[in-house]
C-alpha cells in the first residue's frame, strides 16, 4: 500500500516559528507601523528613518510583507510599503487601540526567558528576572516605576478588547456595584462604567500602582463613578461589591493561592452576586486552545508554579467555595470569561 506523502512544513512553521516573531518583535520596538502610519513609504526610506544598516533592507521590509503585517504596491526600490488595516489599528502607537505594549514586553523580556524554556521544564523553576537577582518577578516589577509602567500598559493595551467584549456580554442590569481586584490602570473599572451609567466600580491594587490608575481614571473622566483602593489580597478582605472581576489575575498563582483569591471573592459579595475572571481559559478537553496552554507554559516561566486552566477547573474550584451556579462567556480572541454565582 501506498503511503501518502507526508508534508513538514507545519513542523518548520512551528520549529522556526521565532523567526517571524522576533521579526514582528523588532518592528514594533523600531516603531515601524507608527511611522508608517497612514503613509506609504519606500524600503530607502524606512531605512533612513529607523536608521538602520543598508543590508537591512529590502529584506526585513520584505518579510513583513509576507507575514501579512505589511502591505506593498509595486516592485523593487520604487515600491511602497504600508500597515495592513489590523497593523494600523493595533501597532500604530497613535491608534486608540495600540495593543503594542504586551509585544514590547515581550521583545524587551519574554523573548528571551523563552530560550530556557527546557530549563523550566526540568527544573519547575522560574526563568526571568529572579535567576539573576533573586527577587520575584512581581518585586523587580515594582521596584522600577517605568518598568511598572510599561507592564502596566501592556496589559492595558492586550486586555482592552476583552475588557469591553465583558462590558457589553455580561447582564450588569441586576447590580450596581463592582470591585476589580488587581485592577492595574483601572481599564475594566472604567470600560464597565463607562458602558452602563448606573454601576460604581473600584479598582483595587497595591500602593505603587494607585497612581497609575488614578490618572487613567482622570483622563476618561470618570473620577465621579470609579474609585481606587489599595489592597493587599493575600493579607486584607476585597472590597464589599455585587460584581468581584479578576483580569488575567488567577494565573499568576499557584492551586493554594487561586483558591484564596476565590474565597476571597465569596466572601466579599452579597447572596446572588457574580464572580468574574477574564483569562486565556483551556478548553476543557485541553486540546483547542494553544494560547492559553502556551500562556501556561509562559507562568512557568514567570512564577514557577502558577499555571492557566480550564472552565472545569474553575468551576470545581469555586464549587468548594460555595459558589453554586456557573457560565462560560466568550470574548475575544483565544480568551473568555468564567462566571461563578453566589446563591441568592
Given at each position: 500500500m501506498n503511503r501518502p506523502e507526508l508534508d513538514p512544513s507545519h513542523i518548520m512553521q512551528i520549529g522556526m516559528g521565532f523567526f517571524g516573531s522576533r521579526a514582528l518583535l523588532s518592528a514594533v520596538e523600531l516603531e515601524l507601523f507608527t511611522y508608517l502610519g497612514a503613509n506609504k513609504h519606500t524600503a530607502e526610506d524606512i531605512r533612513k528613518h529607523l536608521d538602520l544598516h543598508p543590508r537591512a533592507v529590502p529584506d526585513f521590509a520584505d518579510a513583513l510583507v509576507a507575514l501579512r503585517v505589511l502591505e506593498r504596491d509595486g516592485e523593487g526600490p520604487k515600491a511602497l510599503y504600508s500597515n495592513t488595516p489590523e497593523t494600523a489599528v493595533f501597532l500604530d502607537r497613535n491608534s486608540p487601540h495600540y495593543l503594542g505594549g504586551i509585544l514590547e514586553m515581550a521583545g524587551d523580556r519574554l523573548y528571551g526567558f523563552w530560550g530556557s524554556l527546557t530549563e523550566a521544564l526540568r527544573t519547575g523553576e522560574p526563568q526571568n528576572e529572579i535567576k539573576q537577582s533573586g527577587e520575584p518577578m512581581f518585586a523587580k516589577l515594582y521596584s522600577v516605576p517605568d518598568?511598572?509602567?510599561?507592564?502596566?500598559?501592556?496589559?492595558?493595551?492586550?486586555?482592552?478588547?476583552?475588557?469591553?467584549?465583558?462590558?457589553?456580554?455580561?447582564?450588569?442590569?441586576?447590580?450596581?456595584?463592582?470591585?476589580?481586584?488587581g485592577g492595574a490602570t483601572g481599564q475594566l473599572a472604567c470600560m464597565v462604567a463607562a458602558a452602563h451609567p448606573h454601576m460604581r466600580c473600584i479598582s483595587a491594587d497595591l500602593p505603587h500602582v494607585e497612581p497609575i490608575a488614578k490618572r487613567c481614571i482622570e483622563s476618561v473622566g470618570l473620577s465621579d463613578r470609579v474609585q481606587t483602593a489599595v489592597i493587599d489580597f493575600f493579607s486584607q478582605p476585597l472590597p464589599k461589591a455585587d460584581v468581584i472581576t479578576m483580569g488575567m489575575i488567577l494565573h499568576?498563582?499557584?492551586?493554594?493561592?487561586?483558591?484564596?483569591?476565590?474565597?476571597?471573592?465569596?466572601?466579599?459579595?452579597?447572596?446572588?452576586?457574580?464572580?468574574?475572571?477574564?483569562?486565556?481559559?483551556?478548553?476543557?478537553?485541553?486540546?483547542?486552545?494553544?494560547?492559553?496552554?502556551?500562556?501556561?507554559?509562559?507562568?512557568?516561566?514567570?512564577?514557577?508554579?502558577?499555571?492557566?486552566?480550564?472552565?472545569?477547573?474553575?468551576?470545581?474550584?469555586?464549587?468548594?467555595?460555595?459558589?453554586?451556579?456557573?457560565?462560560i462567556i466568550p470574548l475575544a480572541g483565544p480568551s473568555s470569561a468564567a462566571v461563578a454565582y453566589k446563591p441568592g
Open positions: 518598568r511598572l509602567e510599561q507592564f502596566m500598559n501592556a496589559m492595558a493595551g492586550v486586555s482592552a478588547g476583552n475588557f469591553r467584549a465583558l462590558a457589553e456580554k455580561f447582564d450588569f442590569s441586576r447590580y450596581q456595584t463592582l470591585c476589580d481586584a499568576d498563582w499557584n492551586l493554594e493561592k487561586k483558591k484564596h483569591l476565590i474565597k476571597l471573592a465569596y466572601d466579599a459579595l452579597p447572596p446572588g452576586g457574580a464572580f468574574i475572571v477574564v483569562e486565556a481559559l483551556i478548553d476543557d478537553a485541553r486540546r483547542e486552545n494553544a494560547f492559553g496552554l502556551l500562556m501556561s507554559l509562559n507562568m512557568l516561566i514567570e512564577f514557577g508554579d502558577a499555571f492557566d486552566y480550564t472552565g472545569a477547573d474553575f468551576k470545581a474550584w469555586c464549587g468548594e467555595a460555595g459558589f453554586s451556579s456557573f457560565e
